[in-house]
Every structure is written in structure tokens, then in C-alpha cells.
């Protein structure tokens, strides 16, 4: 299996810029998890899905956050307009059936706002 | 309130010497308990859970973790620490509304 997959890699953009990030769960699995981490805030949960439905968004920081999951094998997490306080790297990872699993993390995708 | 707690930021051992990582919850019911470990530049990756049994849980890269319940502690341990597990490490339990609480990590440097 490639595990979970997330795209771009690196991202680098204006203040005012929106930003997708893009993740592709391991086939079969049922849930699906959207975390920050700054060195500041450490590892945040903005968002998890099962069976592509947001079972909680409350980490989400606001409005200029929002996330999907149209199908079981692809979701994103859109910012806009991005901010430089938004400069992290987000983590997307995936389980077999929520929380009761252990998670299988992407390598991430940096962000950096200017 | 749910929670979970790593007390030490930064945890130094030698190497081959056994190391301690601790980790105690806060949860209602019965804990699901994990621990991640995280090395630079990477995601975090599965070691080892706790649902039910065995109180001491075998997990990966040589790591084991003793669920105590009286003291509401999931402590990560290995007997011969080596350079290669420097890396941070993070416990996180799942709460009652299957909701997932990691802490805030502990980095662990062992010393060559």
C-alpha cells in the first residue's frame, strides 16, 4: 500500500492567497483526519471524518478554513484568504473506523504564508 | 474534561540504558490509549496501543508500554535505549465521543 498520500509537499504563498491541500486516505479506510503542527501550538486536530461526514470541526480556527471529503478516497483542506499566522505544516492521516484505530499519518505539507 | 498529559518536554537518556516515557489521561470509561512517534521532517507513525488485557503492550522498535489504571498512566519504556529512537514522541487517548486527545509531545535525545 502507498499510504496515505498528501499533496503538494511544500507550499509557499502570498498573505491573501487562497491554499488547497489535498490528502488520499489508504484504501479501506473508513476515517479520515486533518492535524496542525507549530512549534508554538504543537499538533492540532482541525477536522475528522467518517465515511466522508465531519464528525468534528471544532478545532477548525475559523471561517477562513474549510475542509472536504466528496468521496472516500480524496479530501481537502482549503484556506482563504491564508495568513502568515497559518504557516505550519498540516497532516493528514487516515483509520480504519475512527478513533478506536491507530492512525496512519502523511509526510505533511509544509506552509509557508508571506 | 477529557485530557491527556505529557509531564517532561524533553526526556535525555544514554545509550543503552532503559528509558521512560510518561504519559497519564483523564477519560471516562475505558481508555483506548496509543503512542506515536514522530522523527524530523516526518508524520507521525504508530508504535503501540492499549484497549483491553494484558496490561503491558509490545509494540513496535522494540518499545512496550505498561497501562496502570489506578494511576491513570500509559508509560512507554524500552530496556536499551538506542541513538536511532531519538525522536519525539507523542500519547494520546481516544475519549468517550470517539474523539482523539494527543499530548503535547515529549522530545527524547539519547546520548551516544
Known amino acids: 500500500d502507498a499510504g496515505v498520500i498528501q499533496s503538494p509537499r511544500h507550499e509557499v504563498t502570498e498573505m491573501g492567497q487562497e491554499v488547497t491541500l489535498r490528502c488520499k486516505p489508504i484504501?479501506?479506510?473508513?476515517?479520515l483526519f486533518w492535524y496542525r503542527q507549530t512549534m508554538m501550538r504543537g499538533l492540532e486536530l482541525l477536522i475528522y471524518f467518517n465515511n466522508n461526514v465531519p464528525i468534528d470541526d471544532s478545532g477548525m480556527p475559523e471561517d477562513r478554513f474549510s475542509a472536504k471529503m466528496p468521496n472516500a478516497s480524496f479530501s481537502t483542506l482549503k484556506i482563504q484568504p491564508s495568513e502568515p499566522r497559518d504557516s505550519a505544516v498540516y497532516f493528514c492521516?487516515?483509520?480504519?473506523?475512527?478513533?478506536?484505530?491507530?492512525?496512519?499519518f502523511g509526510p505533511g505539507t509544509r506552509l509557508t504564508v508571506t | 474534561a477529557q485530557s491527556v498529559a505529557q509531564p517532561e518536554d524533553q526526556v535525555n537518556v544514554a545509550e543503552g540504558n532503559p528509558l521512560t516515557v510518561k504519559c497519564t489521561y483523564s477519560?471516562?470509561?475505558?481508555?483506548?490509549l496509543f503512542w506515536y512517534v514522530q522523527y524530523p521532517n516526518r508524520g507521525l507513525q504508530f508504535l503501540l496501543k492499549y484497549i483491553t488485557g494484558d496490561n503491558l503492550v509490545k509494540g513496535s522498535y522494540g518499545f512496550e508500554a505498561e497501562f496502570n489504571k489506578s494511576q491513570t498512566s500509559f508509560h512507554l519504556k524500552k530496556p536499551s535505549a538506542l541513538v536511532s529512537d531519538s525522536a519525539l514522541y507523542f500519547c494520546a487517548v481516544r475519549d468517550r465521543d470517539d474523539k482523539i486527545i494527543f499530548g503535547k509531545g515529549t522530545r527524547l535525545h539519547i546520548l551516544p
Open positions: 477519560v471516562s470509561g475505558n481508555p483506548y
Open positions: 492521516a487516515s483509520s480504519l473506523a475512527g478513533a478506536s484505530y491507530e492512525q496512519y
Open positions: 484504501s479501506g479506510h473508513n476515517s
